[in-house]
């Protein structure tokens, strides 16, 4: 078994790396660039590894955990995605004074964990890799401890999360019992539709997972932590685990459950439609941008989640392709945000930006663009996201659930239509500091210029994700 | 031919909006005006081009172009046939005629407002080109973004309510038609238009798809009842956009039952053309009623719009030659009346700033050569013999009378409701006495604005007498839509 740990590399190494630069925070005073930039370079190679690792399928301890080229694209996502929203958020984090040393270690905490959340093909490595996420993400939300905000969404966010954690581990304890197994695969040999109790804990793990992703109705957390949360840390939840929950869905419904699968699929259509009508109608009559970008995700998940709803192979990836797109837009939306600094502080509410398109044109077309993705308006990124999703969709004949989620869209377009008019149409001119913040314009520029070319070449991430289902 | 044409048609305008996006801000915008005016000419004599080398005798697609696109079943495939050549033309004609049109009327941010024309050229010109429908809805949805812009940074005052209504009837409209376009591909394999025409979409389809498709073009065109966007854009929009909106915008709806409606979808074409009948009657003679009643220069010319693209329909759902190459007539025609009128209006607004009829009266007394101008349009828009108005009503109403003796006589009706409320215009405006101060100061048109009125009266007269050169390139490709659409009935 050892000569097989080569598997286990990327992991190995992560583990390794985050308690050296822990005991360089400890023992060196003010080392919060220095840790900084270390975890960007471990990230770097962590995603250098994983190339190198092969993508055949492997399973080891047990065939409790698996490395396949899904785990693996799951895994680069969810590095690359960190990487971005870490580097474009530092300027906040030092103008912010969270500069803590324990930042960076707590986010390369979460995507340890979150590697074994993917990677995982038994319940109890599946929930402790949910459980380190989860806790890292507890921490982070209140990284702020001095504001009281920051602590309220901290708390509002462990309490809500521990009930759903535990009802996820009520599920996990209930599918072992009545099917005698914890290995993934041996779950799927002994799940029927008879096995009534099997279904019982599978709507127990799917409510667990849907509060991971925040899907409707167990979103309610989402809106008051984004707010509250630091921005960069918004921009963390908005983007990375999200990642990961929809990729253990996927797994749950490729792997686990695939045998009772209508009963699952109800449910997951169910929860797509709600999450996409609350995402476009709560939205509406937001006024600060966090809160509405908590809405809004809360409404993509649900456009992701069509695509799990179709039970098939090709909607699977249809989902993954959504999201990886989904992540572009909120990268570039979160960047933007860092660029709005006034007196000091960073602007949030929508009325801030008001008539940026004179004094910042660049910024506001940037704005604009990634607005308009979001809205799935083509021909930019966005749109191609929703077609491939409901092209799936309605490949499985499911009419009303693409009806319902392209009239939400129209929803949508209005309240993303609000921004942009209070961008372009406004007449106050406000003007914020010229930021120093290099990454985000970056990001920013990578965000659009993935989102605007993309139509040229649409089938690029098609191509990646047919490779991941191959098994 | 090898050459991509078409692709280069398309793009020309959007590479040179990046060229003025890329050029330095400077005070005056020469620069950016000049680059945007060159490539927009560039790409109309490309236009000319094309039309000029077509072979009308065929009733295929020319010039076509393939390129594999989307995973390798949705191909980017573009190409024209006679119908389609003479949107193309007429989108790249009046698109420098706006160019010209905004150096008197827009002084603000005169860059993006070049940079948004010049990007909306390129979706209209794509969605006359292509074949495929996943493509066509591309660009038919893209050119909502820079339309919203240009309503809305450079419009008056009740800009955000019309951008805001403007975008979401449209969107709502065409979400049905993405739905559509998908299912089509799942029922026939495939999204290129012209393999569809071959294959023949099952009929127990047809009806759900007909009206998918009806409930986007419907909205565009725009129909009774969902009409109601399109007096509130044209009126908030600056001059220009109220040209391109309703000289090209809408003939999108028009070409769209023809390319895709009729062809793909006949049997229901054939069924639901009581529907259409009974909403263009309503249109032609309710909105010319309602035109009547406007005390607003561009809302009257905004509900005259909707009564003309009444005829528009009404004559493409006769399913005959007369009253599809009326329609299409019609609409080429239309293109040049509105645009025109839309300049007139814009022409006094930059010297008073008011839309409102009851400000001017007796301009013939001090603008003379603008008065002309404007008499010709108004007798063009309300269908005088020897203009272009007149054959494309008379075409349609010629094909009604073929199919339909009731629906011809309340459609001819409201051609007397046209001459009313046009006459009635031009009296308050042009003629009468001069109730206003200020219009005795006002200066005639000056050399830009002479030059693009003219240009549009010498082809709305020209095309009034002498109608062939459209007709015959329109002959061949409307006499096979109709071959198609009656075998399609005949085997049913």
Same mark, same amino acid.
């Given at each position: ?35 900084? =930039?270390?975890?960007?370079?471990? /990230? @770097? *190679?962590?995603?250098?590894?994983? !190339? &190198? +690792? %092969?993508? #055949? ?14 785990? =693996?694209?799951?895994?680069?996502? /969810? @590095? *690359?995605?960190?990487?971005?929203? !870490? &580097? +474009? %958020?530092? #300027? ?380 | ?492």
């Amino acid at each position: 078994m050892l000569n097989n740990l080569n598997i286990l590399l990327p992991e190995i190494f992560l583990t390794l790396s985050i308690f050296s630069i822990l005991m360089i925070g400890v023992f060196i005073q003010n080392s919060f660039n220095l840790i900084f =930039n270390l975890s960007s370079l471990i /990230i @770097l *190679l962590t995603v250098a590894i994983i !190339l &190198n +690792s %092969s993508n #055949n399928e492997e399973k080891i301890f047990l065939e409790s955990f698996t490395r396949d080229a899904f785990s =693996n694209f799951f895994k680069i996502l /969810i @590095l *690359l995605s960190s990487l971005f929203v !870490l &580097n +474009s %958020s530092k #300027n906040f984090i030092l103008d912010n004074k969270i500069a803590k040393f324990e930042y960076p270690i707590i986010i390369l905490l979460s995507i340890l964990g979150m590697f074994f959340m993917v990677s995982s093909n038994d319940i109890i490595l599946f929930y402790l890799g949910l459980e380190l996420q989860s806790l890292s993400l507890y921490i982070l939300a209140s990284i702020d401890r001095d504001n009281l905000r920051s602590s309220e969404s901290g708390i509002k966010y462990f309490v809500l999360s521990a009930l759903s954690s535990g009802l996820l581990l009520y599920g996990c304890s209930l599918l072992y019992g009545f099917t005698g197994s914890t290995n993934f695969d041996l779950i799927s040999n002994e799940l029927s539709k008879e096995n009534t109790g099997a279904v019982f804990a599978m709507v127990f793990i799917l409510v667990g997972l849907a509060f991971k992703v925040s899907a409707v109705p167990f979103h309610m957390w989402t809106p008051d932590v984004y707010e509250g949360a630091p921005t960069s840390i918004t921009s963390y939840f908005a983007v990375v685990p999200k990642v990961a929950g929809l990729a253990v869905l996927i797994k749950f419904m490729l792997i686990p459950f695939s045998n009772i699968l209508a009963e699952w699929q109800t449910i997951i259509i169910f929860i797509s439609i709600a999450s996409m009508i609350l995402g476009a109608v709560a939205a509406i009559g937001q006024k600060n941008i966090k809160r509405l970008l908590a809405y809004s995700s809360i409404g993509h998940i649900g456009y992701a989640l069509a695509g799990v709803a179709t039970g098939v192979i090709s909607g699977y990836e249809s989902a993954v392709v959504y999201i990886a797109i989904y992540v572009i837009m909120n990268i570039g939306a979160f960047s933007c945000l860092y660029l709005l600094k006034k007196d000091g502080q960073y602007k949030e509410n929508i009325s801030d930006l008001s008539g940026i398109s004179k004094k910042h044109p660049i910024l506001a077309i940037s704005f604009l663009l990634i607005l308009f993705s979001l809205a799935g308006i083509p021909p930019l990124g966005g749109f191609f996201a929703k077609f491939y999703v409901f092209t799936a969709v309605l490949e499985q004949k499911m009419y009303a659930l693409a009806i319902i989620g392209l009239l939400t869209t129209v929803i949508s377009a209005f309240y993303y239509l609000k921004i942009i008019k209070t961008i372009y149409f406004d007449d106050n001119v406000i003007s914020f500091e010229p930021s120093k913040n290099r990454f985000a314009k970056l990001s920013v520029f990578i965000s659009c210029g993935i989102l605007l070319t993309f139509f040229l070449y649409p089938s690029i991430l098609n191509n990646l994700v047919d490779t991941l289902f191959l098994n | 031919m090898d050459f991509p044409i078409l692709s280069t048609l398309i793009f020309l305008p959007l590479v040179s909006s990046l060229f003025i996006f890329l050029s330095r801000g400077q005070k005056n915008n020469n620069s950016s005006i000049y680059i945007s005016l060159f490539s927009s000419l560039a790409t109309f004599i490309l236009s000319l081009f094309v039309w000029y080398s077509m072979d009308y005798t065929s009733p295929n697609f020319q010039f076509l172009e393939e390129q594999s696109w989307i995973n390798d079943y949705i191909k980017f495939k573009l190409g024209v046939d006679g119908i389609s050549i003479l949107f193309i033309v007429l989108t790249t004609l009046i698109t420098p005629i706006c160019i010209i049109s905004c150096i008197n009327s827009i002084q603000d941010r005169v860059k993006e407002f070049l940079i948004a024309i010049l990007i909306l050229e390129t979706f209209m010109i794509g969605v006359f080109c292509s074949l495929d429908l996943v493509v066509f809805y591309l660009f038919f949805e893209a050119g909502l973004i820079p339309m919203f812009l240009i309503i809305g940074v450079w419009g008056g005052s009740r800009r955000v309510y019309s951008a805001f209504k403007f975008f979401l009837f449209t969107l709502l409209g065409s979400v049905l038609m993405l739905v559509a376009i998908i299912s089509i591909y799942w029922i026939t394999g495939t999204t290129d238009v012209t393999e569809i025409y071959e294959i023949k979409i099952p009929k127990e389809y047809q009806n759900l798809l007909w009206l998918a498709f009806f409930s986007s073009f419907a909205v565009k065109t725009p129909m009774w009842p969902v009409h109601t966007w399109l007096p509130d854009a044209h009126v908030e929009a600056p001059t220009a956009g109220s040209v391109i909106l309703a000289a090209i915008l809408l003939k999108m709806a028009g070409y769209g039952f023809l390319r895709f409606s009729l062809p793909m979808f006949p049997i229901a074409s054939d069924y639901f053309t009581p529907l259409i009948f009974t909403l263009s009657i309503i249109a032609i003679i309710y909105t010319s009623l309602v035109a009547l009643m406007q005390d607003d220069m561009k809302k009257l010319i905004a509900y005259s719009s909707v009564a003309h693209m009444g005829y528009v329909t009404l004559g493409i759902f006769t399913f005959t030659k007369l009253g599809i190459e009326g329609s299409i007539f019609q609409m080429i025609s239309h293109g040049l009346i509105s645009a025109a009128l839309f300049l007139c209006v814009g022409v006094v607004y930059d010297r008073m700033h008011s839309r409102m009829i009851s400000t001017y009266g007796g301009l013939v007394n001090y603008l003379p050569k603008y008065s002309f101008l404007f008499v010709v349009f108004a007798l063009a828009g309300l269908g005088l013999p020897g203009t272009s108005g007149f054959l494309g009503e008379f075409l349609v109403l010629t094909g009604t009378f073929q199919k339909n003796y009731l629906v011809a006589m309340l459609a001819t009706f409201g051609v007397v409701l046209g001459a009313a409320y046009m006459l009635w215009l031009t009296k308050r405006v042009i003629f009468g006495q001069v109730k206003n101060d200020q219009i005795k100061n006002l200066k005639d048109v000056n050399k830009c604005e002479l030059l693009i009125l003219i240009i549009l009266a010498i082809l709305v007269i020209f095309f009034g007498f002498y109608p062939a050169p459209l007709m015959e390139t329109l002959n061949v490709s409307v006499d096979n839509l109709i071959n198609n659409y009656e075998i399609a009935i005949k085997t049913n």
